[in-house]
């Protein structure tokens, strides 16, 4: 009886204890849900693709005072919640698959827009719209990006940095390549919008972007039909 009560009580012991309590002088282990500090929250989800100070790495410099004077408060909140299809940005939003609240997306949409926003960044020249208002003419875009972006791209896009190559342009949206012919990528050596000779209008940059989605669908073609069509 005596070595029974003894094991009894030591399964007591084991099964009741639960979590251990943290030694004195340590600090709580917080649930991810409850992280709420916007360097940690940054570091952890965003900073991989977009750069640990915001200004880029292997996408948009989500940082740059010419992404947060197009990209409002709104528009950074659906991205980072819903992501976009098809590419490399995941949704983070637990409504959608990921691992962060709500609570926790808002706080990084307001550290973004508090560390990074330079709102006299820019005097006479105000960036193009972030989305396009009107269908773009690719046969015009083409001479844009000729006498604009060639320097660079080569008049093709498809040497040095091939921005028009058909694999690269099915990893990211029509709107990503509108955001980078604005912003920029000035990490990697590409200028914004004001620095190609003469600043681009919106007009120019909805007109590029079309004729870079053209050659993404002929590439796209080209994969499907390889033998041509007959």
């Not at 360097?39 to 200004?55: F, K, P, T, W």
């Not at 990921?98 to 609570?103: F, S």
């Amino acid at each position: 009886m005596k070595y029974a009560a003894l094991a009894l009580s030591a399964l007591l012991g084991i099964t009741s204890c639960g979590t251990p309590a943290p030694h004195a002088g340590e600090a709580p282990v917080l649930r991810p849900s409850d992280v709420a500090d916007f360097r940690l929250l940054y570091g952890q989800n965003c900073s991989g693709c977009h750069g640990v100070d915001g200004q880029g790495g292997l996408s948009v410099p989500v940082g740059d005072p010419v992404y947060l004077a197009i990209a409002d408060d709104s528009t950074i909140r659906r991205i980072t919640a819903e992501g976009v299809p098809r590419t490399a940005m995941p949704a983070f939003a637990q409504a959608s698959g990921g691992m962060l609240t709500n609570a926790q997306i808002d706080i990084l949409v307001r550290g973004i827009r508090a560390r990074w926003t330079k709102p006299d960044a820019f005097k006479k020249d105000r960036p193009p719209a972030y989305a396009a208002s009107q269908a773009g003419d690719a046969a015009r875009g083409h001479n844009v990006f000729s006498a604009s972006c060639s320097s660079c791209h080569s008049s093709d896009g498809r040497s040095g940095r091939a921005i028009a190559d058909g694999s690269y342009l099915r990893l990211v949206s029509d709107q990503h390549l509108r955001t980078v012919v604005i912003t920029g990528m000035p990490h990697l050596g590409m200028p914004d919008w004001r620095h190609h000779g003469e600043p681009l209008s919106d007009a120019d940059v909805t007109d590029v972007v079309a004729w870079l989605v053209s050659q993404r669908m002929t590439f796209l073609s080209q994969l499907n039909h390889p033998g041509g069509s007959e």
